[in-house]
């Protein structure tokens, strides 16, 4: 099968930087019936007294459908002084992260885009933007990792998968609204970097297989959603983390591992004595396997419990 789709949705759930940019819009689905609270991917880090973190594991693009939360998350929430996300809402809201979106995305060195594409793939994105309106002569100063990414994230948006209603996007407005402190993990020049960073193979293949699974990524999308959705944090590791850090160790270890590693010490601050409770919702890649925040903090020495009610097997 192949990896496109999971690398793709990967670099989706782990951050949310097209998404910030307003470089996609949505076209949603028409309302559907009114369906239950998503069971939360939510786990409780007890730290010395009061000090608590909630680790919420967001979805960067969700329905209308998809609120209202649990009950579990909002006592996450009530019950903490701040959020934190990978972003801080000034961040996300500001000019400087789509522009430096786009300025890494550009192409400086007087070549076209066709340069790093081989004939197969051309064609290929030649039909695909004629078919979905994308505009190929901007397209050809941009380099293939932003074609890919934006190939994948049209795919995931006629779904009916909105940005501007993603779980981040979500508690930055509720915490503007209770006047809770919000911050973010990173800035945006970790972010852009993300994708910057990657190999030349690595953006070829992007396009490659955005393209070949253009067709079958409302069936990938809709999987993961739904994964999502049940909570089952061991189909989103297995079918997307786990095949990812096979078969692209190095940009696993850049978007997922070493990520982890740098937000590890900045939580801790957070459990320290006096701190009372942090609400943290970052992408659901990043709490998930033995490389997440989840596993990490608990080899700190920390207890760490999932919060799920609707987990809970019914007694007999």
């Not at 470089?23 to 559907?32: C, L």
């Not at 925040?293 to 007999?316: I, S, W, Y």
């Amino acid at each position: 099968m192949s990896m496109l789709p999971r690398l793709m949705s990967s670099l989706l759930i782990t951050a949310g930087l097209l998404l910030g940019s307003g470089a996609v819009q949505a076209r949603g689905d028409a309302p559907a019936a009114k369906v239950a609270s998503p069971v939360p991917l939510l786990w409780k880090v007890t730290g010395p007294g009061d000090s608590r973190v909630y680790l919420l594991g967001s979805f960067h693009l969700l329905r209308a459908q998809d609120y209202p939360l649990s009950a579990d998350v909002e006592q996450a929430f009530t019950a903490s002084k701040r959020v934190v996300f990978e972003l801080s809402p000034q961040d996300m809201q500001s000019p400087q992260l789509p522009q430096k979106m786009l300025q890494a995305a550009m192409r400086t060195d007087g070549t076209e885009l066709k340069r790093d594409l081989d004939a197969a793939t051309w064609t290929k994105l030649q039909a695909y933007a004629s078919a979905n309106n994308l505009p190929l002569a901007q397209l050809q100063g941009m380099k293939p990792w932003f074609v890919g990414l934006t190939i994948t994230l049209g795919q995931f948006t006629k779904m009916g998968l909105d940005p501007n209603l993603g779980l981040d996007r979500h508690f930055m407005e509720r915490a503007a609204t209770a006047n809770k402190p919000t911050s973010g993990l990173e800035d945006i020049d970790t972010q852009v970097g993300v994708l910057s960073g990657m190999s030349a193979q690595e953006q070829q293949q992007m396009v490659a297989e955005a393209l070949d699974q253009a067709d079958k990524a409302d069936v990938e999308g809709r999987k993961l959603h739904d994964a999502w959705r049940r909570g089952d944090d061991k189909l989103l590791w297995t079918s997307m983390a786990a095949q990812m850090r096979g078969q692209y160790p190095q940009l696993y270890k850049r978007i997922n591992t070493d990520r982890n590693d740098a937000w590890v010490p900045k939580l801790q601050q957070y459990l320290q004595a006096g701190q009372g409770g942090t609400l943290v919702v970052v992408g659901t890649l990043h709490l998930l396997g033995n490389d997440g925040v989840v596993e990490k903090l608990k080899a700190k020495g920390f207890q760490v419990e999932r919060v799920c009610t609707g987990c809970a097997k019914p007694k007999r």
